[in-house]
């Protein structure tokens, strides 16, 4: 059974720093990656999505890599800003099932 | 282009009862996705609809169906309603069931 791993559940980080967030997988079959934030009580914004026979995928401050050998995949923020407080999940497509971390929330102190 | 709506935002409803939720998605896709997600939980998959179709399915009693309209457009029920699915049931709609856009969700309280 795939399982999806995010750790740690919570990170507080001061404004300005970079900082990676991280997703770990139990089978390396997935098709995509997607990162998506959610603000609190909010639906889910796409960030990233990389293929499965990508190795990563930037846009802006946000870099992700895909590592399926080793099962992990990494959110890189650069520069970070208090509007990126918010909780970062990672889901997996596999066989036409899209199963979810639990996510990482992220609070970036002014 | 207009993103995933979803109506209501908001609902009360008490055990027992039975509840519709409503989802349209993005204009020219043709899969529509249902999430329910609860502290405890995280994100779980209920179901998928692609072309009318129920393409997938989560591991949810039957208590909870859906169904795709020809616009794509869809709906979620719940009938007999517990207190556990007091939850944010989110949807998402895709061109290919692969790359997914969320909807800003209904928040289901059962009381």
């Known amino acids: 059974k795939q399982e999806v791993t995010q750790i740690p559940a919570a990170l507080s980080v001061p404004e300005g720093e970079n900082l990676v967030l991280n997703c770990s997988f139990t089978d390396s079959a997935i098709y995509n990656l997607q990162w998506f934030r959610q603000d609190p009580g909010k639906g889910l914004t796409s960030l990233l999505l990389?293929?499965?026979?990508?190795r990563e995928q930037t846009s802006g401050r946000l870099n992700a890599s895909l590592d399926k050998s080793s099962g992990r995949s990494t959110l890189y923020i650069a520069a970070s800003q208090p509007g990126d407080s918010a909780t970062y999940l990672c889901?997996?497509?596999?066989?036409?099932?899209?199963?979810f971390g639990k996510g990482t929330r992220l609070h970036i102190l002014p | 282009k207009a993103g995933v709506t979803q109506t209501p935002r908001y609902l009360i409803k008490t055990r027992g009862q039975q509840v519709t939720l409503s989802c349209s998605p993005i204009?020219?896709?043709?899969?529509v996705s249902w999430y329910q997600q609860t502290p405890g939980q995280g994100l779980q998959f209920l179901f998928e609809y692609f072309s009318e179709t129920q393409r997938n399915k989560g591991n949810f009693p039957g208590r909870f169906s859906g169904r795709q309209f020809s616009n794509s457009r869809s709906e979620m029920n719940v009938s007999t309603l517990e207190l556990g699915d007091s939850a944010l049931y989110l949807c998402a709609s895709s061109w290919d069931g692969y790359e997914q856009y969320f909807g800003p969700g209904t928040r289901l309280t059962v009381t």
């Open positions: 204009s020219g896709h043709r899969s």
């Open positions: 990389i293929q499965s026979s990508q």
């Open positions: 889901a997996l497509n596999r066989d036409d099932k899209i199963i």
